[in-house]
């Protein structure tokens, strides 16, 4: 279960990135006409993917520079 949890984050983190994302690029270039929700749905599809690898694999890198600039940050008094 433990190795599931792992997962979490990069999925709701990927799922709500990749909403406003393509949502929003799809508005500007193709603006809000009848197929909008399946253009929407399909820009979805195609990047989801994308951005799930991607969380998985630059979310640790991305911890583990917060943790650097944590240590080197003097505290707030």
């Known amino acids: 279960m433990r190795i599931l949890e792992r ?3 990069p999925f709701f983190m990927a799922t709500f990135m990749t909403c406003i994302m393509s949502f ?8 809000f006409h009848p197929d909008f929700l399946l253009d929407w749905a399909k ?3 195609l990047a989801f993917p994308i951005a799930f690898s991607a969380v998985i694999f630059v979310a640790p890198v991305v911890h583990k520079m917060s943790e650097a ?3 080197k940050t003097p505290a707030a008094s």
């Open 7 to 9: 997962f979490y984050f």
């Open 24 to 31: 929003t690029l799809t508005a500007i270039h193709q603006g």
């Open 43 to 45: 820009a979805f599809s």
């Open 69 to 71: 600039l944590k240590k």
